[in-house]
């Protein structure tokens, strides 16, 4: 009997140290990181028409060149996808929509037709929705149904420039803004103190004069009746911040406004280059302001402890230049104390003429070096970029391949996702790139369901891995080709191993520099798990790719 009790007694202890030595594995939730994000970028009038009633406003009726009206798409259509589960499919964490404020109500004619402001670059009125876009009510539940879901919210800044000039839409007074010289480009001076095009007034974001209100805003809030509001609103602005009352403040003003009545999460910002630097450090206090004060008013809503995100549109700037963009005759950086990420232009350039290692490597030691503690957003196509790295929708895989599993945060243009063509008969200029979102596509064409589902995969396991977009890449193998990310911040760890262009059926991955013998792994494509067996997984699938992370 003693014998039997000491066996129990031993065999007790044996259970009870291994149980030590073995603790369950609790998943720490997943981050969310602004430089390894999957941002999804649309256009708020061409992606989903939620509403019908706003599809005409302000007599907006005359004939335009071919997509150069409004198409009816709105804040609600983006509200109905997002409760839809169609971002979440996709993999999104991110939306960045056009602007969204009140547009010039007339149109105009720049060779190409004439044109509304859909686009959402021609302001009349910072301070209102456009109601072809739809009201307040709309984009607070926009935010709210976002945020339910884990997405951030970008807006697009505007601050150079004004609407251009109509009829129905007078220039602002010369205070205000400039209407000439058009600039040349030729040197920094060129590109700053000038007009973008002909008949585009351009901010005296320079300027630290006290200007009075435009007469046409003062005529139009009154007869709106909220004259008295925004005066008050600015008083206590100018009053708080003790700035001049030059026009540049006047905009940040109304801009942080949305900050601090519907929470969004970030700015993108238009036209960079074409303003002085110190107008986007002054920018970057005053959002951070009101970002801190909608946390302090809404601590039940707020996400994380991510700071406001802001990424610029420096046109031209690649990852390449670092921190410094060169106007010829002056270098400028616009990342420190203003923005958190630049746009880049160059991966277009770089996915049709470089193998991926080459890239993947190459962004990746920069993002680590000199850009260390910021961010690039990659693009493949683009609302303004004429040169698109697949115009006519003939590498949409290889498209998702390099985009998504690039170093820095993805930017997907609305309809890369579902091979939308950016070649349209019967535009001219950008109108090409700028179609409705094609729908009908994802539901009667079979090849477009395929293109949709291989984005998706890539899509949802970069969301669900900061260290795909935010991770310091290795190659673990050039043939076939097996490469790692590793993400470590404070007490979170992310390792993933990717295998590209690998041998349909049977395949090997060596996996023994990122992963221990005998851990479980899960293919994220296949949607099979692995175990590491002396350093490799065997994964047999139909497919060229394996997306490996702890199961």
Same mark, same amino acid.
């Given at each position: 009997?003693?014998?039997?009790?000491?066996?129990?007694?031993?065999?007790?202890?044996?259970?009870?140290?291994?149980?030590?030595?073995?603790?369950?594995?609790?998943?720490?939730?997943?981050?969310?990181?602004?430089?390894?994000?999957?941002?999804?970028?649309?256009?708020?009038?061409?992606?989903?028409?939620?509403?019908?009633?706003?599809?005409?406003?302000?007599?907006?009726?005359?004939?335009?060149?071919?997509?150069?009206?409004?198409?009816? #798409?709105?804040?609600?259509?983006?509200?109905?996808?997002?409760?839809?589960?169609?971002?979440?499919?996709?993999?999104?964490?991110?939306?960045?929509?056009?602007?969204?404020?009140?547009?010039?109500?007339?149109?105009?004619?720049?060779?190409?037709?004439?044109?509304?402001?859909?686009?959402?670059?021609?302001?009349?009125?910072?301070?209102?929705?456009?109601?072809?876009?739809?009201?307040?009510?709309?984009?607070?539940?926009?935010?709210?149904?976002?945020?339910?879901? #884990?997405?951030?919210?970008?807006?697009?800044?505007?601050?150079?420039?004004?609407?251009?000039?109509?009829?129905?839409?007078?220039?602002?007074?010369?205070?205000?803004?400039?209407?000439?010289?058009?600039?040349?480009?030729?040197?920094?001076?060129?590109?700053?103190?000038?007009?973008?095009?002909?008949?585009?007034?351009?901010?005296?974001?320079?300027?630290?004069?006290?200007?009075?209100?435009?007469?046409?805003?003062?005529?139009?809030?009154?007869?709106?009746?909220?004259?008295?509001?925004?005066?008050?609103?600015?008083?206590?602005?100018?009053?708080?911040? #003790?700035?001049?009352?030059?026009?540049?403040?006047?905009?940040?003003?109304?801009?942080?406004?949305?900050?601090?009545?519907?929470?969004? +999460?970030?700015?993108?910002?238009?036209?960079?280059?074409?303003?002085?630097?110190?107008?986007?450090?002054?920018?970057?206090?005053?959002?951070?302001?009101?970002?801190?004060?909608?946390?302090?008013?809404?601590?039940?809503?707020?996400? +994380?402890?991510?700071?406001?995100?802001?990424?610029?549109?420096?046109?031209?700037?690649?990852?390449?230049?670092?921190?410094?963009?060169?106007?010829?005759?002056?270098?400028?950086?616009?990342?420190?104390?203003?923005?958190?990420?630049?746009?880049?232009?160059?991966?277009?350039?770089?996915?049709?003429?470089?193998?991926?290692?080459?890239?993947?490597?190459?962004?990746?030691?920069?993002?680590?070096?000199?850009?260390?503690?910021?961010?690039?957003?990659?693009?493949?196509?683009?609302?303004? +970029?004429?040169?698109?790295? +697949?115009?006519?929708?003939?590498?949409?895989?290889?498209?998702?391949?390099?985009?998504?599993?690039?170093?820095?945060?993805?930017?997907?243009?609305?309809?890369?996702?579902?091979?939308?063509?950016?070649?349209?008969?019967?535009?001219?200029?950008?109108?090409?790139?700028?179609?409705?979102?094609?729908?009908?596509?994802?539901?009667?064409?079979?090849?477009?369901?395929?293109?949709?589902?291989?984005?998706?995969?890539?899509?949802?396991?970069?969301?669900?891995?900061?260290?795909?977009?935010?991770?310091?890449?290795?190659?673990?193998?050039?043939?076939?080709?097996?490469?790692?990310?590793?993400?470590?911040?404070?007490?979170?760890?992310?390792?993933?191993?990717?295998?590209?262009?690998?041998?349909?059926?049977?395949?090997?991955?060596?996996?023994?520099?990122?992963?221990?013998?005998?851990?479980?792994?899960?293919?994220?494509?296949?949607?099979?798990?692995?175990?590491?067996?002396?350093?490799?997984?065997?994964?047999?699938?139909?497919?060229?790719?394996?997306?490996?992370?702890?199961?």
């Amino acid at each position: 009997m003693k014998r039997l009790l000491t066996l129990i007694i031993v065999t007790i202890l044996i259970v009870s140290c291994d149980t030590k030595e073995k603790p369950a594995v609790v998943k720490k939730e997943v981050p969310f990181v602004w430089e390894g994000a999957n941002l999804y970028f649309l256009l708020t009038d061409r992606f989903n028409n939620g509403d019908a009633s706003n599809d005409v406003n302000f007599d907006r009726t005359k004939e335009t060149g071919k997509l150069r009206g409004f198409e009816g #798409g709105d804040i609600k259509g983006i509200t109905q996808k997002i409760n839809e589960g169609y971002f979440t499919d996709l993999g999104i964490n991110a939306i960045w929509m056009t602007p969204i404020v009140e547009q010039i109500h007339d149109g105009t004619d720049e060779s190409t037709g004439l044109t509304y402001g859909f686009h959402g670059y021609w302001t009349k009125d910072w301070t209102a929705i456009d109601p072809n876009y739809g009201t307040k009510e709309d984009l607070h539940e926009l935010v709210a149904a976002a945020h339910k879901k #884990g997405i951030r919210i970008l807006l697009d800044a505007v601050i150079n420039h004004t609407g251009p000039v109509t009829e129905k839409d007078p220039v602002w007074p010369s205070d205000w803004v400039r209407t000439e010289p058009q600039c040349t480009y030729q040197n920094y001076e060129t590109t700053v103190t000038c007009t973008l095009v002909k008949n585009l007034p351009d901010i005296l974001t320079e300027s630290n004069e006290a200007v009075d209100l435009p007469p046409q805003l003062v005529e139009k809030w009154k007869a709106e009746g909220r004259y008295e509001q925004e005066i008050a609103e600015l008083d206590e602005f100018f009053t708080r911040t #003790g700035y001049p009352r030059a026009p540049r403040f006047y905009i940040m003003k109304w801009l942080t406004d949305y900050i601090t009545e519907f929470g969004i +999460d970030g700015y993108r910002v238009d036209t960079v280059k074409h303003t002085e630097e110190s107008v986007w450090q002054e920018f970057r206090k005053e959002c951070d302001y009101a970002f801190a004060k909608w946390k302090e008013n809404n601590a039940d809503k707020v996400l +994380d402890d991510n700071g406001f995100y802001l990424v610029g549109e420096v046109y031209n700037y690649g990852i390449s230049a670092g921190k410094a963009f060169d106007f010829g005759d002056k270098k400028v950086n616009y990342f420190d104390k203003s923005f958190n990420s630049l746009i880049n232009f160059e991966i277009k350039w770089n996915s049709a003429q470089q193998d991926k290692e080459t890239m993947f490597k190459r962004y990746s030691d920069s993002l680590h070096t000199n850009l260390k503690g910021y961010g690039i957003l990659n693009y493949l196509s683009s609302h303004d +970029d004429g040169q698109p790295f +697949d115009p006519k929708r003939e590498k949409p895989f290889e498209t998702a391949t390099k985009l998504l599993l690039s170093p820095g945060t993805s930017q997907v243009y609305y309809g890369d996702e579902t091979a939308r063509s950016l070649v349209i008969e019967g535009t001219v200029g950008d109108a090409t790139l700028r179609s409705n979102m094609n729908w009908n596509d994802i539901t009667s064409n079979v090849e477009t369901q395929k293109v949709l589902a291989y984005w998706q995969k890539l899509g949802q396991f970069r969301k669900n891995h900061p260290a795909v977009g935010a991770g310091v890449h290795q190659m673990l193998s050039e043939k076939p080709y097996v490469f790692s990310r590793v993400y470590a911040k404070g007490d979170f760890t992310d390792e993933v191993v990717i295998g590209l262009d690998l041998a349909e059926g049977e395949k090997t991955v060596d996996v023994s520099k990122v992963f221990e013998e005998g851990t479980t792994l899960h293919d994220a494509y296949s949607n099979q798990d692995v175990e590491v067996k002396e350093g490799k997984v065997a994964v047999n699938s139909a497919f060229d790719i394996v997306l490996l992370e702890k199961k």
